[in-house]
């Protein structure tokens, strides 16, 4: 056990267009320092058999998410942690189950605040990717009203080199093979009762984790997401980019260790 520190519990949660596969260098690591390790499949992800169809918010894309915590005895707190997309399913289930989370880790994720709806972000988003052809040969699709009917993506392999460019080439590869459509689900998150409480949400305690070389969340947007949510603790990975579970799975399991026993 590292440092004597008790055994911990990770949660792992992915981002857009990926699965539970890609926590697969990071897993053992921590179970190797002594700690129990979930990896989950959001819906119409990974192996999970839900088709993006049939996922129409949110709170149904993480569904996988809050069947797991809801299961969970109320004596036992989580470490969540969520990458990217993943952060929107952790600030979910930090609104529903506070109680339950120990921690909430956000890997280069996108992280709402307690102020606004959750779409407020996605502007600065935007606002941060105006210049250039940002989402390169990604695959948008809607059938009506983007602001009513969801979008779906898929990332095509331009913008996954761009996620990837520090990443061995293998797994590269590997998302390639396993990618499934997914959605930043922006119809739903501007509505005004998907904003998060202060007293619930913001009550967890949070921990951003930026990714200095990443192309796809940049590091001033990354840093604007921890300071707009009030985040004290920001910890940081030199030289990793967006799929640090990748290009740098034992820096990041070092990291998440030093955050559990802090």
């Known amino acids: 056990m590292s440092g004597g520190m ?3 519990h990770f949660v792992l949660v992915h981002g857009a267009c990926h699965g539970a596969w890609c926590w ?7 179970q190797n320092a002594g700690h129990r390790v979930t990896a989950l499949d959001m819906a119409a992800c990974g192996i999970n058999p839900t088709r993006i169809e049939e996922v129409q918010t949110l709170r149904d894309y993480s569904e996988p998410l809050i069947e797991f915590l809801a299961a969970q005895p109320e004596d036992q707190k989580v470490i969540l942690v969520g990458h990217s997309l993943g952060g929107l399913s952790l600030s979910i289930a930090m609104e529903m189950f506070p109680e339950k989370i120990e921690i909430a880790v956000f890997l280069a994720a996108f992280m709402p605040d307690d102020q606004h709806t959750p779409f407020f972000i996605f502007d600065k988003f935007a606002e941060v990717n105006s210049e ?5 040969d990604t695959e948008f699709e809607n059938s009506g009203d983007p602001r009513e009917t969801r979008t779906t993506m898929l990332f095509g392999s331009k913008f996954l080199s761009k996620m990837y460019h520090l990443s061995p080439r293998e797994d590269l590869e590997l998302i390639m093979m396993l990618k499934r459509p997914s959605s930043m689900f922006s119809h739903d998150l501007w509505k005004p009762e998907t904003k998060l409480s202060e007293d ?3 009550s967890v305690k949070r921990v951003y984790v930026v990714c200095t070389e990443d192309q796809a969340i940049i590091q001033v947007y990354q840093r604007w ?13 030199e030289g990793a980019d967006h799929m640090p579970m990748f290009c740098m799975p034992q820096e990041l399991c070092d990291c998440l260790i ?3 026993s802090n």
Request: aromatic share 12%.
């Open 6 to 8: 008790s055994e911990k």
């Open 24 to 30: 697969y260098k990071l897993k053992p690591l921590l």
């Open 132 to 136: 250039g052809d940002f989402w390169l």
């Open 200 to 202: 619930k949400y913001g």
């Open 225 to 237: 997401l921890a300071n707009n949510s009030g985040v004290m603790e920001v910890e940081e990975l």
């Open 258 to 260: 030093k955050i559990a």
